[in-house]
């Protein structure tokens, strides 16, 4: 991919998560940015999907401000890619797979900030805050589960159409993929 392409799907990615993670910070601890990073993920190679989740980080930040959930977020949301990343060639497109590994992220995800703050603040600032977010980590390991349960298939079809569209071509036949194909995976 060109240089230029490369750093506007990159960057059109990042903003279409962050906006969609603004469209439903209303309802506490319920998003899309772990579905959509897996979509992520699944279709661009490690680096580009890894460069997403840090534009995405920097949004937040120039958006909402600078504090210590912008450090969280600049290694969380990556390692997030990364465990996609390594799994994909094992789950596929398999929603019960990452359903179930999307809502054990959502469950840790207060986990991994807490041990931040552990770092930050000190260990019994780090046991508190986990402790005070467990709620908020139930929420987000069960919405994960079930966004990624009922909308990984059919996002991932258009996704991989969208993709090809980008990348020129029909999305109806390419010579290494059959007629019928889905896309697959890289």
């Known amino acids: ?86 799994f994909k060639k094992i789950n596929g497109v398999n929603p019960d797979r990452w359903a179930l590994l999307g809502g054990l992220f959502g469950l840790g995800f207060g986990f991994l900030f807490s041990l931040q703050h552990a770092v930050l603040y000190g260990v019994s600032m780090g046991i508190a805050y986990w402790i005070r977010g467990i709620s908020f980590d139930i929420v987000h390991g069960i919405s994960n589960y079930i966004l990624i349960l009922v909308c990984l298939v059919p996002m991932h079809r258009a996704f991989t159409t969208l993709m090809r569209r980008w990348e020129g071509k029909n999305g109806r036949h390419d010579e290494n993929r059959g007629p019928r194909d889905n896309g697959g995976i890289r």
């Not at 439903?24 to 890894?50: C, G, K």
């Open 1 to 86: 991919m060109k240089p230029v392409k490369r750093i506007v799907l990159i960057s059109a990615l990042a903003a279409t998560i962050f906006a969609a993670q603004v469209g439903l910070a209303f309802i506490p601890n319920v998003e899309l940015v772990t579905l959509l990073f897996l979509l992520v993920a699944l279709h661009l190679e490690p680096v580009d999907a890894l460069l997403v989740s840090v534009v995405f980080a920097v949004l937040e930040a120039l958006v909402w401000g600078l504090g210590d959930w912008v450090i969280g977020y600049l290694w969380i949301w990556p390692l997030w890619m990364s465990i996609s990343v390594l």
